[in-house]
């Protein structure tokens, strides 16, 4: 694989292939899988956020979100994995943190431990490099596999689309329709992270997650 780090493992937890699986590196918008699980473990999907002006002024891929607009939720966790909106995973951030981004990132770190990523420290809840915010392949095969079991992210994870104001905002995952194994996957991209993705895949009887870290496309 042209990749600098990967890792796949089987549903049974035996480890299929790997190369520099524990070796920290940026996973970009990967980042947006432990935003919204924590989003959902402080917030209702049916709780309405009003978008704070910080999360409108969000760089990066966005949905165009408006300071003071109304979503749901389980709206921008979709528009968070999705189209990997970063106004929505900011807007999400600051509404389970109760106003504050370095609580919640707080939140993801602990999350983190919880669920064994060892290799991994949050800084941020969109995933836009910034020092000190880094996993690995390993623990974003693990942090994949976990979402995959929470029912709203699994849906969101194998939609092709995200329709918003009646704009359709396409998948980041061209896999998403295209291959028939996958169940859902969160792709990510930056300067200091490459071309990335964690995600599960299921066919003829058997269940794998996996990450690919530092690709060149």
Do not use: C
């Not at 190369?19 to 996973?27: E, M």
């Not at 969109?126 to 699994?154: E, M, Q, T």
């Not at 329709?177 to 071309?195: D, F, M, N, V, Y």
């Amino acid at each position: 694989i042209d990749a600098e780090a990967w890792y796949l493992v089987g549903q049974d937890e035996i480890v299929l292939a790997q190369r520099n699986s524990r070796r920290s590196r940026a996973i970009a918008s990967i980042t947006k899988l432990m935003t919204t699980i924590v989003a959902l473990e402080h917030a209702r999907p049916s709780d309405v956020v009003r978008v704070p002006a910080a999360a409108a002024r969000i760089g990066g891929s966005t949905i165009f979100l408006q300071g003071g607009e109304e979503l749901t939720v389980s709206e921008l966790v979709r528009a968070a994995l999705i189209p990997s909106a970063n106004d929505a995973a900011t807007a999400l951030a600051l509404h389970a943190g109760g106003g504050s981004s370095e609580r919640f990132v707080r939140f993801m770190n602990a999350k983190a431990r919880e669920l064994g990523l060892t290799d991994t420290t949050f800084e941020n809840p969109h995933g836009l490099d910034a020092a000190g915010h880094v996993s690995s392949a390993r623990d974003a095969s693990l942090l994949v596999r976990h979402a995959l079991g929470i029912p709203i992210l699994r849906d969101a994870l194998g939609r092709t689309s995200f329709t918003f104001r009646g704009r359709d905002f396409p998948s980041t995952d061209d896999l998403n329709g295209s291959w028939a194994p996958l169940l859902g996957g969160k792709t990510g991209h930056t300067a200091a992270a490459g071309w990335s993705e964690a995600a599960g895949a299921s066919a003829r009887g058997a269940t794998v997650f996996g990450a690919v870290l530092g690709g060149d496309s």
